[in-house]
């Protein structure tokens, strides 16, 4: 058993020893919203957006990203589940600021083994075993933060699933101070509709 595999199982046996109530949340987020953020490890929305289990709903992607299966998660969100209100929440010092389609198609085809940040660019350390698959792969990189917040909340607000009476707030969050800061634009844009009737009182 890997070291990594044996904490994550005696910290879930401890969690679980002490799980209690929680056991009665019900399926629906209790706060009726959804965060749309990115994986990186340094990003704690719960804490951040100060909330706990059972009330909000996370979608999390490399780059937070409003892609087909992020809009798959938002839409059973607001559909079955009864949430109200949406946030596209991206952040600074991003991994997918680093790199573009071309670049990580070529690190791929190269080998599959991990590849280092030197000097601000990216260089491929393995041997052998690369492919070309990466390049059917559209990877959503971007070179600006704001921008990438306005693209993503205006996808999720022109979609044809994306309900007119849903907000849609975007911020992007500072690793460095544990602020969220608003990107004005895009929630301007995400703006639930006027005149928009929700189903959900």
Excluded at 59 to 81: F, M, P, W
Excluded at 87 to 93: A, E, K, L, M
Excluded at 123 to 152: C, F, M, N, Q, R
Excluded at 168 to 193: C, H, M, N, Q, R
Aim: with cysteine; aromatic share 8%.
């Amino acid at each position: 058993m890997s070291q990594i595999l044996d904490e994550v199982l005696t910290a879930n046996k401890n969690y679980a020893a002490s799980f209690g109530k929680k056991s009665e949340l019900p399926m629906p987020p209790g706060r009726h919203f959804a965060i749309l953020t990115c994986m990186d490890a340094r990003l704690d929305p719960a804490k951040f957006a100060g909330f706990s289990e059972g009330d909000a709903h996370v979608i999390r992607n490399a780059g937070g990203r409003a892609t087909e299966d992020a809009i798959r998660s938002l839409v059973i969100s607001y559909k079955l589940l009864g949430t109200k209100e949406w946030f596209v929440v991206h952040h600074v010092d991003c991994g997918m600021l680093t790199f573009t389609n071309e670049v990580l198609r070529d690190l791929l085809s190269k080998s599959l083994e991990p590849a280092v940040l030197e000097q601000g660019k990216w260089k491929d350390v393995g041997k052998s075993g690369g492919t070309h698959e990466g390049d059917y792969i559209e990877w959503l990189p971007y070179s600006d933060l704001a921008d990438s917040v306005v693209a993503d909340v205006t996808r999720l607000r022109n979609h044809p699933l994306t309900p007119a009476v849903i907000p849609i707030y975007g911020y992007i969050f500072d690793v460095k101070s544990g602020k969220l800061v608003e990107v004005p634009e895009a929630t301007k844009i995400g703006a639930a509709k006027q005149g928009a009737k929700s189903r959900v009182a």
